[in-house]
């Protein structure tokens, strides 16, 4: 089929426009005004074969172009003008650009394996879905998406001669049902002779795993991260930056009420609040989380937070949270706001942490008959080592811990050691046990705090960006003796 400069063709059909279903080698050329208006999804299939579909004057259809089977060859060539091109461009391996103009491709691309811009500026502005390597033979310019498969042995691969500007585009990963990758899973997926900027964004429809893209002069890699192994158990690392030698808040207020102390040492004693550090290898992330309990003697526990963590440099982790909540007994009832600023360095399987936070409390005592007001100031430091055991995990820990306000301190020292296990994919079983004590303090009853073990038993339960979870556990010491169960609700936005 050829159509002249001056030739006009118009095809209105239910069906496919300009259909084969042969098994021949099939030319279309247009060089006129091509226009067809169908009700199918494709305007032309040009069936088996090695076909040639070339076009340098207009094209006015309202579906796809699809080459089909065979060896075939989309050619684009609009001289000096400026050309847009709204469909999809289906099962053509070979895609050419001519003339000095710039073609802007809007839809999508689907199975190419070599595009050649011999002249002129093609802007992808649609998708780019490549089936396994493409050879791109001059620059992209990706203002788009750019979709690639991955599996567990590999993936796509584009490979570009010239520059690769990627900073308008968005890149698409998408993986089979079962994608279960290595531990050291990391593939090539683009390579340039200088690539400018960095993508816009990337997502990825796995529940399992998560992402990171390692940019570097001439190519990008893409390393698989198991979510599981990015929020460390985003659950039961709630108590990790608890009061303080990571006693619950309502442990320290039960051990307090029941020494008959006073509403301001009460407040003193229950802070840090009680929130977790992920690790997440996203630029950027938000994330809510609630946290309820309830004690022995009548004690009830209340946490809401939200928070948002930023990476540098792929092994640091800084962060900000803001938590509301209260505690209530019989007789008292602690309202609380702490704001909170943490970071995370992680050196291979180590990982040291920080948070510092300002908890304003008002202690209401005598059933909210009198009320005291006090604020605190916080520093946790702690470090921790992943010794990974096929689906066990152990974690020897230790942690350092400083309360102040106007009228008292406590500097306290813990260690302990967590146990994970891997039930399924989806449920995780842990225990970890924390010995804590004194080291410093004033106004405070260091015979109360010293020698205090803790005992907390979770099962977590994972589903896509939630995370939910129950908590028994218990703390004896010198005058302590507490029993609680909780519920923990964590959602990353």
Same mark, same amino acid.
């Given at each position: 089929l050829r159509n002249t400069e001056t030739g006009v063709l118009n095809i209105t059909a239910k069906g496919i426009g300009i259909y084969s279903d042969g098994d021949g080698d099939e030319h279309i050329i247009n060089n006129g005004y091509l226009g067809i208006n169908s009700e199918n999804a494709e305007s032309i299939n040009m069936g088996d074969g090695d076909d040639t579909f070339a076009n340098t004057g207009t094209l006015d259809l309202n579906g796809a172009i699809n080459g089909g089977d065979g060896d075939d060859t989309f050619t684009w060539n609009n001289g000096d003008t400026t050309n847009t091109f709204n469909q999809d461009i289906i099962s053509f391996e070979t895609i050419d650009k001519n003339g000095d103009g710039t073609w802007n491709l809007t839809g999508k691309i689907f199975g190419a394996k070599t595009i050649n811009i011999n002249t002129g500026k093609l802007n992808f502005k649609g998708s780019l879905d490549i089936d396994q390597n493409l050879k791109i033979n001059g620059d992209l310019n990706l203002y788009g998406s750019l979709i690639i498969d991955v599996n567990d042995d590999a993936a796509d691969f584009i490979d570009i001669t010239g520059? &690769? $500007?990627? +900073? +308008? /585009? !968005?890149l698409v990963i998408k993986t089979p049902t079962n994608f279960n990758p290595s531990e $050291?899973?990391?593939?090539t997926i683009l390579q340039a002779g200088v690539i400018d900027g960095e993508f816009d964004g990337h997502s990825d429809d796995s529940s399992d795993y998560d992402f990171l893209l390692v940019y570097n $002069?001439?190519?990008?890699?893409?390393?698989?991260? !198991?979510l599981k192994d990015i929020t460390g158990g985003a659950i039961d690392s709630a108590i990790d930056f608890a009061t303080p030698a990571s006693l619950c808040l309502a442990d320290a207020v039960n051990s307090i009420l029941s020494m008959s102390q006073s509403p301001n040492m009460a407040a003193a004693a229950a802070a840090p609040y009680n929130f977790y550090i992920p690790f997440d290898n996203d630029n950027l992330k938000l994330w809510f989380s609630i946290i309820d309990k309830s004690y022995n003697q009548n004690i009830k526990e209340h946490i809401e937070t939200i928070g948002f963590d930023i990476n540098i440099f792929n092994n640091l982790l800084i962060g900000a949270a803001y938590s509301n909540g209260n505690i209530i007994t019989d007789s008292m009832e602690i309202e609380k706001s702490v704001y909170s600023l943490y970071g995370k360095m992680r050196y291979g399987n180590f990982n040291l942490y920080n948070v510092i936070s300002i908890d304003k409390n008002k202690s209401s005592v005598n059933k909210h008959k009198s009320s005291v007001s006090i604020d605190n100031i916080s520093d946790y430091i702690g470090a921790d080592y %992943?010794?990974?055991? /096929?689906?066990?995990?152990?974690i020897p820990k230790i942690g350092l811990s400083a309360i102040y306000n106007s009228d008292s301190y406590i500097i306290l020292a813990d260690t302990g050691i967590k146990f994970k296990a891997n039930i399924t994919d989806n449920l995780e079983l842990y225990n970890e046990i924390k010995f804590s004590g004194v080291i410093k303090n004033k106004k405070i009853n260091k015979d109360f705090f010293n020698n205090i073990i803790t005992n907390d038993i979770g099962l977590n339960l994972k589903y896509k960006k %939630?995370? &939910? /979870?129950?908590?028994?556990?218990? +703390? +004896?010491g010198n005058k302590i003796s507490s029993n609680r169960l909780g519920f923990n609700l964590i959602y990353n936005f």
């Open positions: 520059n &690769a $500007d990627i +900073s +308008s /585009g !968005k $050291d899973w990391l593939q $002069d001439n190519n990008i890699t893409l390393q698989s991260i !198991k %992943v010794m990974n055991l /096929g689906i066990f995990k152990f %939630v995370t &939910a /979870g129950l908590i028994y556990g218990f +703390s +004896s």
